[in-house]
Nanobody, 127 residues
Framework: QVQLVESGGGSVQAGGSLRLSCVVSGRPTSSYGMAWFRQAPGKEREFVAAIAWSGGATRYADTVKGRFTISRESAKNTAYLQMSSLKPEDTAVYYC????????????????????WGQGTQVTVSS
């Protein structure tokens, strides 16, 4: 069974950067996709970014486009979320998610498109 383990969260000042990592136990198939979601206190979980494991197609939420970059390193079975120009409103628990994509050229942005989730990692951005 595939498991996901996140790391890399922490506290940073506004304008700073952080990189989150998500290690996938087991080898993702060619149809696999990875995504990052986040949930701030009192808010619903929201989509951040997604990537198709094969081909590397990506999608981003408008709120992070141009500031965040999702990538994957097949040799390490790891997906990354590079976050730059962080804002206080980026403060949330960030979750890594994985699953078989219905459309590999356009990774899912809805949470129900993924069936494996990591434990979450806290990101706090202070002003």
């Amino acid at each position: 069974q595939v498991q996901l383990v996140e790391s890399g969260g922490g506290s940073v000042q506004a304008g700073g950067s952080l990189r989150l990592s998500c290690v996938v136990s087991g080898r993702p198939t060619s149809s696999y996709g990875m995504a990052w979601f986040r949930q701030a206190p009192g808010k619903e979980r929201e989509f951040v970014a997604a990537i198709a494991w094969s081909g590397g197609a990506t999608r981003y939420a408008d709120t992070v486009k141009g500031r965040f970059t999702i990538s994957r390193e097949s040799a390490k079975n790891t997906a990354y979320l590079q976050m730059s120009s962080l804002k206080p409103e980026d403060t949330a628990v960030y979750y890594c998610a994985g699953g078989i994509l219905m459309t590999p050229l356009s990774p899912a942005t809805a949470s129900h498109g993924y069936n494996v989730w990591g434990q979450g990692t806290q990101v706090t951005v202070s002003s």
